[in-house]
Every structure is written in C-alpha cells, then in structure tokens.
C-alpha cells in the first residue's frame, strides 16, 4: 500500500470523509434557513475554505497562549476531589483561553471572507457566514484529529467510528452553535449604529466563550452515560439558535425605504 510519511492513503481518506462530510452535511442543513434569499455559492466556499485555514492560526495561538497538554487531567482531578469554585477557576485558565482564541478566530475568518462583503447584506447573513467559517475550521480539526486516532489505533479499531460520531455529536455543532449565537448578535445591532454593533460583537463574543468553556468543562468533568446529557443540552441550545434564526429573519427595522420626498432616517 502507498505510503505518505509513514501514513497510507485509507488513512488519510477515512480522516477526510470522517473529518468532512458532516461538516458538509450540517453546512447544508444551517443553509436551508436562508432558502428565500440564498448567499452565493462562491462566496460561502470562500468563508468555508478560509476558516479551514484558519485553524492553523488558532493551534499557534493555543499553544503560544495555553501551552499545557495536561489540563483535561488537571481539571478532573480537581473535580474528583470536591468540587471547589476557586481552584476549579484557576485550573481552567487554559480551558478559557482555548475557548476564546477558537471564537476570536472563527470571527476572523469570516469576517476576513465574507461579513465586510457586499453580499452580506441583511441580519441573517451575519449568522449565515459565522456558521460556514465555523464549519470549515471544525472540518479540519476533524481531519486531523481523527487522522490521529487512526494512525494511533488503526482501521481496525472501533473507537474511529466511535469517535467519528462524538465529533459529529459534539464538537461540530459546538462550534456551529457558538458561532451562530455570536453571528446572532451581530445580526441584532446589524442596523445599529458602530457603537452599538462593537458592543454586540464583544458581548457576543463573550457569551460564545462561555458556552464554549462550559461545554469543554462538563465534557471533562463527566464520564460514561453522563457524556450524552452534556450533548442534550447542547442539541438544546441548537433548536434554541434555530428559533433565533426564524426572529432574525424578520428583522425589516434597518431596510432602505425611498420615496420621492425624502429617504428613511434609518439608513446610516
């Protein structure tokens, strides 16, 4: 079999469809919440590429910022022992660090592809780009952390497809719905004025981080059967993201509105 640097091809297929094709599926299904007024295919590949590469810029961040490997052993010990809010806050500082860098950079990504185009031009579309950078950079991390699983336990092993469908489960959609609640406040103050819009972009930015981090915390604090309430709670907050959705749709507020006599006060 050919062979890449110590790695077969089987390998690095299986990682691709593992890592890619429910990113592509859950692009499709956040798609159809725009089906009125569909964004330009071009332009959603674009933001789904650039927020592919972008997680390059998050791995350099995390470790340049959160450099310890140890702090999922950290924290559950600490858990293990009594639970303690102090302790448990100073021992998560890489987990906060982490969650805040990947929003930060998600943002980035489409901002850089697609939010300051002129095609984004309603609320929705801010939601719309925040998912699709969201799913291009979970696509990767997929890639490549199950090309690691892989080269680690082989093809044989169950825990690929045991850990394909945690990804699909659970980090994928994290990073949809974090993503989508931060695009949601963008979407908000999408008519305001500057002022309002940096302080939607900060305030979401910071809720983001915290469902982020908390997601990230209960997944290490709980084991066994525990894992799937924390995944319920988090398909929870996606129908929740679903019905912001539907309320940002009608968002008709900020729109340009002409007349022979004089133009809308609401256009800025």
Known sequence: MTNLGGLNWVFILLA???????????????????????????????TFIVGGFFIILAFTLEKFFAPNGDIVEQVSDVYQKGFSFWPILLISGPLVAWAFIEEFVKYIAAYVAALKNKQCDEPIDM????????????????????????????????????????????????HT?????LGAFLG??????????KIAWFLGLIASTALHVLFNFFIIVNEGGNVLRVLICLWAVAMIIIFIFEVIKRLHYGKIITSPIKQSPYVQ
């Open 16 to 46: 691709v469809a593992g890592g890619f094709l429910p990113t592509v599926f859950w692009l499709w299904f956040w798609l159809q919440e725009d089906r009125k007024k569909p964004e330009p295919v071009r332009l959603i590949m674009k």
């Open 127 to 174: 939601m719309i780009y925040m998912i699709t950078a969201a799913l291009g950079f979970s696509a990767v991390e997929n890639f490549l952390f199950l090309l690691n699983v892989l080269v680690t336990d082989g093809t044989t092993s169950s825990s690929f497809l045991f850990t394909g469908n945690l990804r699909f489960l659970g980090a994928t959609l994290l």
């Open 177 to 181: 719905v974090t993503s989508a609640l």
């Open 188 to 197: 908000f103050a999408f008519y305001r004025n500057k002022w309002l819009k």
